[in-house]
């Protein structure tokens, strides 16, 4: 979906342990670059792909990519943007982030206990070689080599210029986006869409939720007119009063 010149949210669907999930990453471009913000569950290169067609461009010509934060459903087609890429992509995220999306620490939201959550809750009918195949992609997520730092505050020209805006809580070093030309916030997981209406992070996935409430604060400094949710999808029903509604609940 094209939301102004120069971005445009994608929205990728696909069976999900027995449901069917849709997320949304967001496309950045402009005469110079092609930025992919976040890269979908493994296994959904085709799915970008063909999001990205549809809006004239290629993913093979992707040469930006932004990791908002370490989680599965963001980093796990990573290595396959980068595989197909003509363009060798810089990848960008938090310090704090980066160490996990190269794989020398582990996923906070993958212990032991909570993988063995995960399996425990699949479906019976799931077969033993897709449970086996999940059970290893949990033990085994996809890495990748982060070679630039963003940091809270800095404007990237991507776009027509985007602010990095440090918003911790959802995971340790969670990133979300101000698109300064269609006064878009990328909230990445910060904020969801349910039903409709806006809401604060999810505490069944948020890792420190008293660190994720607080840090939806600096998203009143900006005037938005339109939030990107990496769940949920596009808000734009006077976001600029809902936010500040969420932020000091």
Same mark, same amino acid.
């Given at each position: 979906?094209?939301? $102004?010149?120069?971005?445009?949210?994608?929205?990728? &669907?696909?069976?999900?342990?027995?449901?069917?999930?849709?997320?949304?990453?967001?496309?950045?471009?402009?005469?110079?670059?092609?930025?992919?913000?976040?890269?979908?569950?493994?296994?959904?290169?085709?799915?970008?792909?063909?999001?990205?067609?549809?809006?004239?461009?290629?993913?093979?010509?992707?040469?930006?990519?932004?990791?908002?934060?370490?989680?599965? $459903?963001?980093?796990?087609?990573?290595?396959?943007?980068?595989?197909?890429?003509?363009?060798?992509?810089?990848?960008?995220? &938090?310090?704090?982030?980066?160490?996990?999306?190269?794989?020398?620490?582990?996923?906070?939201?993958?212990?032991?206990?909570?993988?063995?959550?995960?399996?425990?809750?699949?479906? $019976?009918?799931?077969?033993?070689?897709?449970?086996?195949?999940?059970?290893?992609?949990?033990?085994?997520?996809?890495?990748?080599?982060?070679?630039?730092?963003?940091?809270?505050?800095?404007?990237?020209?991507?776009?027509?210029?985007?602010?990095?805006?440090?918003?911790?809580?959802?995971?340790?070093?969670?990133?979300?986006?101000?698109?300064?030309?269609?006064?878009?916030?990328?909230?990445?997981?910060?904020?969801?869409?349910?039903?409709?209406?806006?809401?604060?992070?999810?505490?069944?996935?948020?890792?420190?939720?008293?660190?994720?409430?607080? &840090?939806?604060?600096?998203?009143?400094?900006? $005037?938005?007119?339109?939030?990107?949710?990496?769940?949920?999808?596009?808000?734009?029903?006077?976001?600029?009063?809902?936010?500040?509604?969420?932020?000091?609940?």
């Amino acid at each position: 979906m094209l939301i $102004d010149q120069g971005i445009a949210m994608l929205e990728i &669907s696909a069976a999900m342990m027995g449901r069917i999930e849709t997320i949304h990453p967001t496309f950045l471009w402009d005469h110079q670059d092609l930025v992919l913000i976040d890269t979908g569950y493994p296994g959904q290169f085709a799915l970008i792909q063909e999001q990205l067609s549809n809006i004239g461009f290629s993913v093979q010509d992707v040469n930006k990519i932004i990791i908002t934060h370490q989680d599965l $459903d963001h980093i796990g087609s990573l290595p396959a943007v980068i595989q197909h890429s003509k363009r060798a992509p810089e990848v960008f995220a &938090s310090e704090i982030e980066k160490p996990y999306i190269e794989g020398d620490t582990r996923l906070v939201k993958l212990s032991p206990e909570a993988i063995a959550q995960a399996m425990a809750s699949l479906p $019976d009918n799931v077969p033993t070689e897709w449970r086996n195949a999940f059970k290893h992609t949990l033990e085994n997520p996809p890495t990748a080599p982060v070679h630039r730092i963003v940091r809270d505050g800095e404007e990237l020209p991507f776009g027509g210029s985007i602010i990095v805006i440090h918003t911790p809580g959802h995971t340790p070093g969670h990133t979300s986006l101000y698109h300064i030309p269609s006064k878009t916030l990328i909230a990445a997981d910060a904020l969801n869409v349910r039903e409709g209406q806006l809401i604060g992070p999810d505490p069944a996935t948020t890792f420190d939720l008293a660190l994720a409430q607080l &840090s939806l604060q600096k998203f009143t400094h900006y $005037d938005i007119r339109n939030v990107i949710c990496y769940h949920g999808g596009l808000f734009t029903d006077n976001p600029n009063q809902r936010i500040r509604e969420l932020a000091y609940a």
